[in-house]
């Protein structure tokens, strides 16, 4: 259960999920799931009684009385995850939320082409940097999954019970820490035509791969599409214009958070 939003920010990315759909069902799920065993460790404290589980399969009721160390653990457990899913609800709600963003006053097709070619020229090292930067959390993050899973491996079948509860805390807080990291050192991607993100997971009016305004942003179930480039990207794409202001910015393109 530990692993489990650990597991999924390593497939999803950890920045900006793919879209704001995304984050706002990972957050729901959080807030129940934190409320649920919020519940329960009250509870637990309240009644005195908890269930405390050796195994995935087998569970005891243990009392504060009958046997104090497996009340503790099982209470501390329900505590610890409460906050862990409480804690990632609001660094999902945050980066979900992107930021509203700044009005186009000018389109591609009204700059010069001069003013066009400055752009890419100025927005060249930021996508150098952005790239280094999502390549190396990349690197940090698959090393950091490993150590965990080997931890965790250990833990379960080597380690007496009272240490397993401090390797899943610090597994837990170098998670966090690691999430934390990884938003602050993230370099600002943005358009210097109209100074909007890029990478906030939002569409605007154009089609971030070809700049086309031929673009369909999708609703809250359906996928955008661009009918010039007949792309969907309903998993990954290249940033290659901006969505808002439809500036042609980088040739190669840029993986949008969502697939790498
Ligand atoms: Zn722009
Ligand atoms: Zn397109």
Same mark, same amino acid.
């Given at each position: ?5 650990l597991?999924?920010?390593?497939r999803r990315?950890?920045r900006?999920p ?5 984050a706002?069902?990972w957050v729901? *799920?959080?807030?129940a799931?934190?409320?649920? /065993?919020a519940?329960r460790?009250?509870?637990?404290e309240?009644?005195?009684?908890a ?5 995935r *399969?087998s569970? @005891?009721e243990v009392?504060?009385?009958s ?7 099982a /209470?501390?457990?329900a505590?610890?995850w409460?906050? *862990? =899913?409480?804690? !990632?609800?609001?660094i999902y709600?945050r &980066?979900? !939320?992107?930021?509203?963003?700044k009005n186009v006053? &000018?389109v591609?097709s009204?700059?010069s082409? @001069?003013e066009l070619?400055r752009?890419?020229e100025?927005f060249a090292?930021?996508? /150098?940097r952005?790239r280094?930067?999502?390549?190396r959390s990349h690197v #940090? *993050?698959?090393?950091?999954?490993a150590i965990?899973?080997i931890v965790?491996y250990l833990a379960a ?7 397993v ?5 610090l597994?837990?807080?170098?998670y #966090? ?6 938003w602050r050192s993230?370099?600002?991607?943005e =358009?210097?035509?109209c100074?909007n993100?890029?990478d906030s997971?939002?569409f605007?009016?154009?089609c971030?791969?070809?700049g086309s305004?031929?673009?369909v942003?999708?609703?809250w179930?359906?996928?955008p599409?661009?009918?010039? =480039?007949?792309? /969907?990207?309903?998993r990954?794409? &290249?940033?290659?214009? =901006?969505?808002h202001?439809?500036?042609m910015?980088h @040739?190669?393109?840029i993986?949008?958070?969502? !697939?790498f």
């Amino acid at each position: 259960m530990l692993s489990l939003p650990l597991l999924f920010s390593l497939r999803r990315g950890w920045r900006a999920p793919h879209t704001r759909r995304f984050a706002s069902f990972w957050v729901i *799920f959080l807030v129940a799931s934190g409320g649920l /065993t919020a519940y329960r460790a009250i509870s637990y404290e309240i009644t005195g009684k908890a269930i405390y589980s050796t195994s995935r *399969f087998s569970h @005891e009721e243990v009392t504060r009385q009958s046997s104090p160390t497996n009340f503790r653990r099982a /209470t501390n457990m329900a505590w610890g995850w409460t906050g *862990f =899913c409480f804690l !990632s609800a609001v660094i999902y709600m945050r &980066k979900g !939320s992107g930021g509203a963003h700044k009005n186009v006053v &000018k389109v591609a097709s009204e700059y010069s082409e @001069e003013e066009l070619a400055r752009f890419r020229e100025v927005f060249a090292p930021q996508a /150098t940097r952005y790239r280094r930067y999502a390549r190396r959390s990349h690197v #940090l *993050f698959a090393i950091f999954g490993a150590i965990a899973l080997i931890v965790a491996y250990l833990a379960a079948t080597h380690f007496p019970n009272a240490l397993v509860d401090w390797v899943c805390g610090l597994l837990v807080l170098g998670y #966090l820490a690691m999430i934390g990291y990884s938003w602050r050192s993230q370099p600002l991607l943005e =358009c210097p035509g109209c100074q909007n993100r890029l990478d906030s997971g939002a569409f605007g009016r154009h089609c971030p791969q070809c700049g086309s305004p031929q673009f369909v942003p999708g609703g809250w179930l359906g996928s955008p599409k661009c009918t010039v =480039c007949s792309e /969907t990207m309903h998993r990954g794409y &290249k940033i290659r214009a =901006c969505t808002h202001c439809g500036v042609m910015l980088h @040739e190669r393109g840029i993986w949008s958070s969502s !697939s790498f």
